[in-house]
């Protein structure tokens, strides 16, 4: 087996040929693609909720709460309609509550200044709370065709080892190979369908620690193939996936607390408790975790405030 080393990165003239890679893309994804609620779905609404919450959860979480929060507010305006609490609410399991205070502004302010349609480039997109630049190619691409690279964390992983095999580079290198690779306009294969099957490729095939490569669409085109084959060598695997940050611990740390202080808003009637309640909440939380709350409870109550996500008013807490 040749050795990591051997590997350096390629020039983009040696990059694979685009076209055959999106013919292999093309065959695999019609015969693999994931059945997930929210592709095919011609609602760019819904393209938008399954962004927000694709953020920062699992796909297998989203999918129920995708649903709940689609019967909950159907439309934009039934969304912006609604009370910021209602869709906290809503938003319940789901974690990074933020969320759900964005999605609620974006709405109101997506129908008071648009008339109630979204913005169908990656560039305006931007412009709404909580859309940052991947949400936004997401949503521009999925929804409304725009050939924008889309570049999670599938993506990343499956470009960077076809291109550059196990010497991953930065993630911000593999930028301009995904913009090089996207289908030209008038392709058989569109950019959404393209972005949709690399992220097959990445969750069920080019798995982070034992990529399958015999089933994969690109093993005859891709630089990492033969040092990850047969799988096992998890140094040569971790190599070879870009860096991105770690997340930092959850349990005990100020975001565990926020949340704990937010699920106890959500079932109290009204949202509605005293701030003598809450803090009660959080010694409970801080038994439950075993971890005392980085920051006092009056802290955490400003910084939710902050955010949008509670107000509070003569010594009662409550979710907007
Ligand atoms: S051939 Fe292997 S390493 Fe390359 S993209 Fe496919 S699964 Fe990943």
Avoid at 70 to 77: I, N, V
Avoid at 87 to 104: D, F, P, T
Avoid at 203 to 209: E, I, K, L
Wanted: with cysteine.
């Amino acid at each position: 087996m040749p050795r990591a080393s051997a590997v350096s990165a390629p020039p983009p003239s040696a990059w694979p040929d685009a076209g055959a890679l999106h013919d292999a893309a093309a065959r695999w994804y019609a015969a693999n693609a994931r059945v997930l609620p929210w592709r095919g779905v011609p609602d760019p609404y819904a393209a938008l909720v399954a962004e927000v919450m694709l953020q920062q959860t699992q796909v297998e979480r989203v999918i129920p709460q995708y649903e709940a929060f689609l019967a909950a507010f159907p439309t934009l305006r039934a969304l912006a309609a609604a009370e910021p609490a209602a869709v906290i609410r809503q938003w319940a399991g789901m974690g990074y509550n933020r969320r759900a205070v964005h999605l609620s502004a974006l709405a109101r302010r997506v129908v008071e200044e648009r008339g109630g349609r979204l913005p169908e480039t990656a560039a305006e997109l931007r412009e709404l709370p909580g859309i940052g630049p991947y949400t936004a190619a997401a949503i521009a691409c999925f929804a409304f065709g725009e050939r924008a690279a889309v570049l999670d964390t599938n993506v990343y992983r499956v470009l960077s080892r076809v291109v550059h095999g196990v010497n991953a580079p930065a993630r911000v290198a593999v930028a301009p190979l995904a913009e090089s690779l996207l289908p030209p306009e008038g392709a058989a294969m569109t950019p959404s369908d393209w972005h949709q099957a690399l992220m097959d490729v990445g969750a069920t095939v080019c798995d982070a620690r034992r990529p399958d490569c015999p089933r994969c669409p690109f093993r005859e085109r891709c630089a990492a193939a033969p040092f990850l084959q047969p799988p096992g060598n998890a140094a040569l695997a971790r190599a070879s996936i870009p860096y991105a940050p770690r997340q930092s611990k959850f349990h005990g740390s100020a975001r565990y607390f926020r949340g704990r202080i937010v699920d106890f808003l959500r079932a109290q009637p009204g949202g509605c408790a005293t701030e003598r309640e809450v803090e009660a909440a959080m010694r409970a939380a801080e038994a439950a975790s075993g971890a005392p709350p980085p920051r006092s409870a009056q802290e955490l109550l400003a910084a939710l405030e902050r955010d949008g996500l509670v107000r509070r008013e003569g010594g009662r807490v409550r979710l907007p």
